[in-house]
């Protein structure tokens, strides 16, 4: 539609713009779901960063660093597809409460290891097992819930604030650590973390809506309609190219890139020779660009050229992944950390807005939850190859190499599938 534009208009359309980009918002159900999303992801990023710098004390290893980061990601390798299938089962709000609880609970259990000084990192890598499996099987219910919370219309604003309070979080979480580490000590982040499960708690308890139970046509106990259930999303996957290249491209982006999560302690501490707070900085900073890419998302709202976001996002990701593995100067690695998570984000939030815009309802779940597995189900083994290959030829190797794979891949996709490159 053509608008034309005169003194008075550039003032409506700016106002507009800003009233559309919380307009999900408005949606009382998903504020209070947003909300409480906030405030526990705010815990789980203080207990990234002291986790991070336990495991370090404990073994002083980056390979022990990409085990724990294994064992946390593991889960979503073998749970998250169940998860998916059981979001388009069941109440989607309980599963979401019961994995919360005992996500809150493992840190409570965690963090009076830690103050007792009672533990070692068999237990730290246990409770990180236990974590993991709690968010693998909540997490295709928690992208799903976001339709069901705000609607079809109102989805990519949605999701883009869902992200803007994940990466929100990624920046104050990591700087509360660094002041919590300093007063409190690790222990201190761990219990805040626990503690900070009791907002999403509150929040699911609020929260009323009709959940994917409508679309269930059978019992969640029926195991052979299950796995049929399961086959069935593989086969909806595989017959459209350009959900499978969107899922190829998320899948690739964590496979080489995601460890840079993991392994910026040795950043902080052997090539910059930071302590905790620094540490909490450098994270802090990748948060932050990743916030503004969220924020930048949520004021376009539903722009054109999804597609070229999608894989210039990835492209931008292992550019920045190279110069950081490769940079010895704090200022510039800094600066490479914030395009780093800007870029990772502008690829991944567009990505989940395309695949919830392009399934079907009663195939969400289980579409979402091979997005989730794309993703997180490709950490645990991108940790622990680039964990063997720090080990043996440095961190910053490992990050540089991963960066280019990215790039690698993401041309190449770029140049054979059109339709993707089409897509808004």
Known sequence: MAIEVNDLEPVKVVSSRKTAMFRALSHRNYRVFWIGAFLSNVGTWMQAV???WLVL????????????????TAPGFFLTLAGGVFADLVDRRRLLLYTQVVAGLSALGLATLVWTNQVN???????????????????PSYQAMTFDLVGREDLANAVALNSSQFQLSRVIG???AGVGIKFFGLAGCFYVNGLSFVAVVI?????HFEGATKYASHSVKDRQA????????????RKRPRVFSLLSISAVNSLF???YLTFIPIFARDIFHLGA???????GTAGAGAFFAALLLAYLGDFRRKGWSVIGGAFGFGVFLIAFGLSTHLALSLLFLFGVGFAIVTSVAVTNTLLQQLVTDEMRGRVMSMFILSFIGAMPIGNLLAGAISHKYGAPFALAGGGICIILYVTLVALRNQRLRELH
Do not use: E, K
């Not at 073994?59 to 980061?69: C, E, F, V």
């Not at 246990?126 to 993991?132: A, M």
């Not at 929040?203 to 929260?207: C, F, I, K, N, S």
């Not at 299950?226 to 909806?236: C, K, P, S």
């Open 203 to 207: 929040a699911l308890h609020l929260v």
């Open 226 to 237: 299950l796995w049929q259930d399961l086959l069935d999303g593989f086969r909806y996957v």
């Open 50 to 52: 002291a986790q991070g």
């Open 277 to 283: 707070s620094g540490l909490a900085w450098m994270m």
């Open 174 to 176: 990591p700087v509360l």
């Open 57 to 72: 004390q404990l073994t002083n290893s980056a390979l022990w660093l990409g085990i724990d980061g294994f064992m946390a």
């Open 257 to 259: 890139g995601a460890p």
């Open 121 to 139: 990192v068999w237990m730290v890598l246990c409770f990180s097992l236990v974590t993991g499996c709690c968010m693998a099987l909540a997490g």
